[in-house]
């Protein structure tokens, strides 16, 4: 099993940045995939970025060109141009290389307000 731990998060006016980070701890050779999902209250969790161990990176459309996903012994979301509607909670994700393992963090808010 896999330990994840998000820090950063926290507040921003619109159009700034915040970074996250995520560490992983246990089982860690078997992540392949790392990412980040968010969730607002009353939606299902979403995708935001993935990142394979290969470096194969995955993003969704309303954050291209605004998030960067990065990794190396964490997993880092660099996020610039934030939006109001990029406020949730962010999970960091983890899945093994059989896809049949996932685990996620506890979630830290992001909250983009003026």
């Known amino acids: 099993q896999v330990q994840l731990v998000e820090s950063g998060g926290g507040s921003a006016q619109p159009g700034g940045s915040l970074k996250l980070s995520c560490a992983a701890s246990?089982?860690?050779?078997?992540?392949?995939?790392m990412g980040w999902y968010r969730q607002t209250p009353g939606k299902e969790r979403e995708l935001v970025a993935t990142?394979?161990?290969?470096g194969i990176t995955k993003y969704a459309d309303s954050v291209k060109d605004r998030f960067t996903i990065s990794r190396d012994n964490l997993v880092y979301l660099h996020m610039k141009s934030l939006k109001p509607e990029d406020t949730a909670v962010y999970y960091c994700?983890?899945?093994?290389?059989?896809?049949?393992?996932?685990?996620w963090g506890q979630g830290t808010q992001v909250t983009v307000s003026s």
């Open positions: 994700y983890a899945r093994s290389w059989s896809g049949v393992n996932e685990d």
């Open positions: 246990g089982s860690t050779v078997s992540i392949n995939i």
């Open positions: 990142i394979s161990r290969d």
